[in-house]
């Protein structure tokens, strides 16, 4: 049988969100065992929280919202690679330097990121690895259509706009909050379904690797 990994992240009130997002709120308002008759929650958060997609209105006046991302980038064979070794922003070296197949279509990501959603702290952490703005151009002059990370920000947190504007100026969908912790470098089907919320610049998504 295949395996599957389930590479998203718990949405909880205890997951670490970016500094200036609302706290997330998940809450019961309908309890059976309060002698209510179903159980019924209601969730408050930001649409960047956890695992998510990025779409190109995120940072592109008139651009794509969420709904209007084509699923075909989303779902389909990627490329996983290893940079846990890395200790600094990704740059084109890094990526040239792995074992990729550009024809996957996808790529995704591993750093010593994914270690960080394992401990028991889950403040945010702002020294993160993230993407150069050359490392985003590097993967739209190799055909990528979509990039994923392990943290809940492709870009370095201090740096510009520019490894966004960048990639989703290229129509590159972004997928960040990935946990790839046990997942091993190589070739995966990506199944990953962002919610289709209406009119937003993000979308909250669940994110699996199929082993091919």
């Not at 649409?47 to 190109?56: K, R």
Request: glycine share 6%; net charge negative; proline share 5%.
């Amino acid at each position: 049988m295949k395996r599957i990994f389930d590479i998203s992240l718990p949405i909880s009130n205890k997951l670490a969100r970016w500094p200036d997002s609302p706290e997330t709120k998940i809450r019961r308002r309908l309890d059976i065992d309060k002698g209510d008759k179903v159980l019924n929650s209601t969730v408050f958060l930001d649409v960047h929280t956890g695992t998510h997609v990025d779409a190109p209105a995120h940072v592109i006046p008139g651009a794509e919202f969420t709904h209007q991302i084509d699923l075909n980038n989303c779902i389909g064979r990627a490329s996983l690679i290893d940079l846990s070794h890395i200790e600094e922003q990704i740059k084109p070296h890094h990526l040239e330097s792995s074992k990729l197949k550009s024809s996957s279509g996808r790529l995704l990501i591993k750093t010593k990121n994914s270690h960080l959603w394992a401990e028991e702290n889950q403040d945010f952490n702002k020294n993160y690895i993230a993407l150069s703005p050359e490392a985003a151009r590097w993967i739209i002059e190799n055909n990528f259509s979509l990039v994923g990370i392990d943290y809940l920000s492709i870009q370095s947190f201090d740096d510009s706009s520019a490894t966004h504007l960048t990639l989703l100026g290229a129509n590159v969908i972004i997928l960040e909050g990935l946990n790839l912790i046990d997942v091993p470098e190589g070739e995966y089907e990506l199944i990953c379904l962002p919610i289709k919320l209406m009119g937003t610049e993000g979308a909250p998504a669940r994110a699996v690797l199929r082993s091919i």
